[in-house]
């Protein structure tokens, strides 16, 4: 069964930091993408972060400067490290993934979701 499951969310002050980790499990042939996403209460998800395989990233531009993406091709892995968080930043963040999954006789490309980590700033 493929899933994703992030880690390292929590409450932080304002300035503080903190380091998401996301990893990808199960019957992978192909890792493609990956980010995060959020949504906070009220607002509609937004993307905030992603990288491809081979390196190219994309960020939100109120997070630019602040969050840096990264990668762990070798274990399936993404990390997001928040620096300066700002109340505004609060909400809940979701690891996003695009695999190649393998079924019986072959594969096929989909789009896969983890359960979302809870993020607050505040003093």
């Known amino acids: 069964q493929v899933q994703l499951v992030e880690s390292g969310g929590g409450l932080v002050q304002p300035g503080g930091s903190l380091r998401l980790s996301c990893v990808a499990s199960g019957s992978i042939f192909i890792v493609n993408t990956m980010g995060w996403y959020r949504q906070a209460p009220g607002k509609q998800r937004e993307l905030v972060a992603t990288m491809t395989t081979d390196g190219f990233t994309k960020y939100v531009d109120s997070v630019k400067g602040r969050f840096t993406i990264s990668r762990d091709n070798a274990k399936n892995t993404v990390y997001l490290q928040m620096n300066s968080l700002r109340p505004e930043d609060t909400a809940v963040y979701y690891c996003?993934?695009?695999?190649?999954?393998?079924?019986?006789?072959?594969?096929?490309?989909?789009?896969?979701w983890g359960q979302g980590t809870q993020v607050t700033v505040s003093s």
């Open positions: 996003n993934a695009e695999l190649r999954v393998q079924l019986v006789v072959t594969t096929t490309m989909k789009n896969y």
